[in-house]
């Protein structure tokens, strides 16, 4: 019995190491909505970090976060730090780091805890028509062997967060 405990552990721990050898090391997921709303609206909408207190599923996850801002929001160089006890918070800082006007806004993550990293998080709107919006929310990273073994289900875990996040925005924007 112990033997046999002796052979499969190492297996067990073996295998996703390997797997994880094959595993590429970015991920890139994207979701999108339509919002029956201008373009400008949606647009002036997102492009204020604060404002994900009201639909970002992952800022919701803990609203007793602290929070700090610094500079401008809606500007470029505007960081939203977020610093929590929660482990799905965890801690890090968002920073708008481009702004396309009208179209386009690249926010950087920079996360501290539960896991480290960097994340890049493309926000598009794009008018479908007059009082349509299509909304595109993406997010691309890497993650160093073995912990890149985790980009084999990023899409199907963080895409479900991109969906609420952007069916939160969806129900605030035309509910206003």
Not at 68 to 83: C, N, P
Request: proline residues 3%; positive net charge.
């Amino acid at each position: 019995m112990i033997v046999n405990i002796l052979i499969v552990l190492p297996i067990l721990i073996a295998i996703p190491l390997i797997v994880a050898l094959f595993t590429k090391k970015e991920y890139a997921i994207e979701r999108e909505i339509i919002i029956n709303k201008p373009k400008q609206d949606v647009f002036e909408y997102i492009r204020f970090l604060k404002y994900q207190d009201n639909y970002s599923k992952w800022v919701m996850t803990d609203p007793a976060m602290k929070k700090e801002f610094i500079g401008t929001d809606g500007t470029l160089g505007f960081v939203y730090k977020w610093d929590s006890k929660n482990k799905n918070a965890g801690k890090g800082e968002q920073e708008i780091k481009k702004i396309n006007e009208g179209e386009r806004m690249d926010i950087e993550v920079r996360f501290e805890k539960t896991f480290e990293g960097i994340a890049e998080i493309p926000i598009m709107t794009k008018s479908i028509s007059a009082n349509q919006t299509k909304v595109k929310w993406g997010m691309m990273g890497k993650n160093k062997y073995p912990m890149n073994l985790m980009n084999l289900f990023i899409d199907k875990m963080l895409g479900k967060d991109l969906t609420t996040s952007l069916s939160n925005l969806k129900n605030i924007l035309e509910n206003n």
